[in-house]
C-alpha cells in the first residue's frame, strides 16, 4: 500500500480524512505533543490489530486511547476515580496517561485483555481535530516499528511505516518529545509507571503520596509480571550497543574519551561535544536543558542507524524534573547498560 502524507498545511481536507480513515478501520500515523502514534479506532478489536501488525508489537502491551475533551472519559471508564478529576484539572490537555477501571465497550485488543484502560486527552490541536472529527477514542501507541526508538517527526514515521499504514498527517516536530507520563489510578495509592512530560514532583504537588514503580530503573525479565507491560522490552534502541555513562558532564566526557574506540558514536549535550574531536557525535541540547533533551533524544537516537558506528557511549542528565523521563529513555535504550564516572 501507499503510504500518503496527509498535511493540513497545503491541503484543507487533510484532518477529515485522517479521521474518515480511522472511521473505515484503518491506521493513521498521528502527531502529537509527545511523540506521533499510530491511531486506530479504539472500540474497533480488529482495527486495532493492525496497529500490532504494522508495529510488530507484543500483544500483551496494551495501548493509550487518546480522547478530546473530559467528557469522554465517561465513555471508557464505569468510575471515574476523584484522583483522576485532579489530574485532569491541573494537567490535560497534556502529556499524562492515567490507568483507570475500563468498561466493556474497550475490546481486549486495545487493553491487551487487562481491567483497566490508559486515557490521555492530547494538547496537539491536530491530534485533537481529528479525534474530534472521528467521533471515536484513538487508541495510539508510538508510531515506531518496535523496539526502535519513538517517532517525533513525519519523516521518522514515514521511515518506519512506509507501506504499513494508508496515511500519516504532518504537524511538525514534536514539541514534549518523550511520551506521556503514565500514572496508574487503579490501586490505593497512585504510581508512577513511565516518567514523561508531566514530572513526578508536579504530581506528588497535586496528589501528595505517589509510588514510583521498580521497572523505572532496572530492566525487567521478560516472563515477570510488571504494571505497565510495555516497560519490561526492549526499547527505544538503536543498532548499535548503547552505554549510559552517569555522573558531571565534565566527569562523564572525560570517561567517554578515555574508553572511545575508533568506530565508536557519543550522544552528548551540547557543552561536551568540543571533548570528542574524531569521533561520531550526536549532540541532544545543553546540558542544562532538559527541555531540549527531551524534544531530541529520540531523533538523535534514531540518527546512530545511517552512521557506521560500532558502539555508542551516552551521556545523561539526572533524575530530576523532566531528567527522569530523558534518562529513563537513554537507559532503555542502553537496557540498563550504565557505567558510572565517578
Ligand atoms: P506506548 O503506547 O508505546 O506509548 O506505550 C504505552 C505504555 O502505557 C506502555 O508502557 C503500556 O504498558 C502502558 N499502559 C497502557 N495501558 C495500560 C494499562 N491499562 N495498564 C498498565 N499500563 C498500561
Ligand atoms: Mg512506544
Known sequence: METKLLDPATDPTALQQAADLLRAGQ???????????????????????????????????????????????????????????????????????????????????TSAGLDTVGVRL????????????????????SANLSGRPSTTTAQHVLRDMDGKIPAVVEGGACTVGVESTVISLAGDVPRL????????????????????????????????????????????????PVTVVLGAPDKTAAYIRAHAGARTGVLCFDDCA??????????????????????????????????????????????????LAVANRIKKAAGFRIIEAG
Open 274 to 323: 568540543g571533548a570528542f574531536d574524531g569521533l561520531q557525535v550526536e549532540t541532544f541540547g545543553r546540558s542544562d536543558d532538559l527541555k531540549a533533551q527531551a524534544q531530541l533524544v529520540f531523533d538523535r537516537l534514531r540518527a546512530f542507524d545511517d552512521l557506521d558506528v560500532s558502539d555508542i557511549f551516552a551521556q545523561c542528565p539526572d533524575d530530576r524534573g523532566l531528567g
Open 27 to 109: 491506521v493513521v500515523g498521528i502527531p502529537t505533543e509527545t511523540v506521533y502514534g499510530l491511531g486506530a479506532n479504539a472500540f474497533d478489536g480488529a482495527a486495532v490489530r493492525k496497529i500490532f501488525a504494522a508495529k510488530g508489537r507484543p500483544q500483551d502491551n496494551p495501548l493509550i486511547v487518546h480522547i478530546a475533551d473530559f467528557a469522554q472519559l465517561y465513555d471508557l471508564c464505569p468510575d471515574v476515580p476523584p484522583a483522576a478529576k485532579i489530574l485532569a484539572n491541573n494537567f490535560w490537555p497534556g502529556p499524562l496517561t492515567m490507568i483507570v477501571p475500563k468498561n466493556g465497550k474497550i475490546p481486549p485488543e
Open 193 to 240: 509507571l513511565r516518567p514523561g512530560g508531566v514530572t513526578l514532583e508536579q504530581l506528588r504537588a497535586v496528589l501528595g503520596e505517589v509510588e514510583v514503580d521498580r521497572a523505572l530503573h532496572e530492566q525487567v525479565g521478560e516472563g515477570e509480571k510488571v504494571s505497565a507491560p510495555g516497560m519490561k522490552y526492549r526499547h527505544y534502541a538503536p543498532k548499535a
Open 122 to 141: 492530547p494538547a496537539h490541536p491536530v491530534a485533537r481535530e481529528i479525534i474530534r472529527l472521528a467521533g471515536l477514542p484513538v487508541a495510539a501507541p
